[in-house]
């Protein structure tokens, strides 16, 4: 019973990394095939962390705004 719904909750947190790419790590370890074929309640306590994540990351993110530039600078920490 526990593979058939973690299969399918895993499926649906694949589809959702379209749009959300910051869980998109933490669904590519869930979604592997030794996970998929015998989750144990651990693998499932993660995906429940997951979808707490994005239950509190709704409505966060970052907003574009047409300002007639047509340069785009973006900057970066690589240390």
Same mark, same amino acid.
């Given at each position: 019973?526990?593979?058939? #719904? ?11 990394? &379209?749009?959300?790419? @910051? !869980? $998109?790590? $933490? ?14 309640? @651990?693998?499932? &306590?993660?995906?429940?962390? !997951?979808?707490?994540? !994005?239950?509190? $990351?709704?409505?966060? %993110?970052? &907003?574009?705004?047409?300002? %007639?530039?047509? #340069? &785009?600078?973006?900057?970066?920490? $690589? @240390?």
């Amino acid at each position: 019973m526990l593979t058939g #719904r973690y299969q399918r909750l895993v499926g649906k947190l694949h589809y959702l990394t &379209i749009t959300c790419h @910051d !869980i $998109a790590f $933490a669904v590519s370890v869930v979604s592997q095939s030794q996970f998929l074929n015998s989750p144990c309640q @651990d693998h499932w &306590i993660v995906v429940i962390r !997951i979808l707490k994540y !994005i239950k509190g $990351a709704l409505g966060k %993110g970052l &907003i574009y705004e047409d300002r %007639g530039h047509v #340069r &785009i600078v973006g900057y970066s920490d $690589a @240390d």
